[in-house]
């Protein structure tokens, strides 16, 4: 009897050793994994954090932006008024001149020289670009 107890013994004791070995891999293997999931969850949060943050500061920016692009318009409208009134000297100088030129040989000589024309009437331009209703 003392052999059967050795015998049995032996084999329960090889089996509790072969069966301890896998499963404290699979533990180990699952912890980590386990650490490998929660070390890249800390990752993410980091890079949500630092993505809102680069959010916000472009936010800021473009409100920025925004209020700074309305304060140059108001400004460039007075350049665009002041440019506007500048080339309407110009026409009327212009004007001026061609029809001087009907009379003047000099003016004529002036218009020949750098060809200048009168532009087709404003109103028909505008008529053109403009398309009209039909009825």
């Known amino acids: 009897m003392d052999d059967y107890t050795n015998e049995q013994m032996t084999s329960q004791t090889q089996t509790s050793e072969s069966i301890h070995l896998p499963m404290a891999l699979i533990a180990f293997a699952f912890a980590v994994f386990l650490f490998a999931q929660i070390s890249s969850l800390g990752q993410n949060a ?22 700074n692009l309305t ?18 000297r110009y026409t009327e100088l212009l004007t001026d001149l061609i029809n001087l030129a009907d009379t003047d040989p000099d003016a004529r000589a002036v218009v020949d020289k750098y060809k200048i024309q009168r532009q087709q009437n404003a109103s028909a331009s505008e008529s053109d670009a403009k398309p009209q209703a039909t009825p």
């Open 46 to 67: 980091r890079s949500m954090k630092w993505q809102a943050e680069n959010l916000d500061r472009q936010i800021t920016s473009l409100a920025d932006s925004e209020k």
């Open 71 to 88: 304060e140059l318009v108001k400004q460039r409208e007075s350049l665009v008024q002041q440019s506007q009134q500048v080339q309407a």
